[in-house]
Nanobody
Framework: QVQLVESGGGLVQPGGSLRLSCAAS????????MSWYRQAPGKERELVAV????????NYADSVKGRFTISRDNAKNTVSLQMNSLKPEDTAVYYC?????????WGQGTQVTVSS
């Protein structure tokens, strides 16, 4: 059974940092690109960052470029999102995602709140 479990969310002040992690199981992790999405209250879910299966290629939403870094460890089946210089508009539930065969698989999400 394909499963994604996020962790690392929380409350942080503007300008602060958080590191999210996603533990994957049930599929051959090193074969698949992985993504982070987020959904703020009243808004649609949006793509934040994506990383290729080898980690050699990454892409980011314009709103997070230069502040967020996606990475992966294929030996540990984990993908991470390092978030620096956080802003109140980064407040959202963050989801790990894999497009596994013909299905989009999501984790349960982790809440990130940026507030003073």
């Amino acid at each position: 059974q394909v499963q994604l479990v996020e962790s690392g969310g929380g409350l942080v002040q503007p300008g602060g940092s958080l590191r999210l992690s996603c533990a994957a199981s049930g599929f051959t992790f090193s074969v698949y690109a992985m993504s982070w999405y987020r959904q703020a209250p009243g808004k649609e879910r949006e793509l934040v960052a994506v990383i290729s299966n080898t980690g050699g290629s990454t892409n980011y939403a314009d709103s997070v470029k230069g502040r967020f870094t996606i990475s992966r460890d294929n030996a540990k089946n984990t993908v991470s999102l390092q978030m620096n210089s956080l802003k109140p508009e980064d407040t959202a539930v963050y989801y790990c995602n894999v497009q596994w065969r013909t299905s989009a698989v999501w984790g349960q999400g982790t809440q990130v709140t940026v507030s003073s």
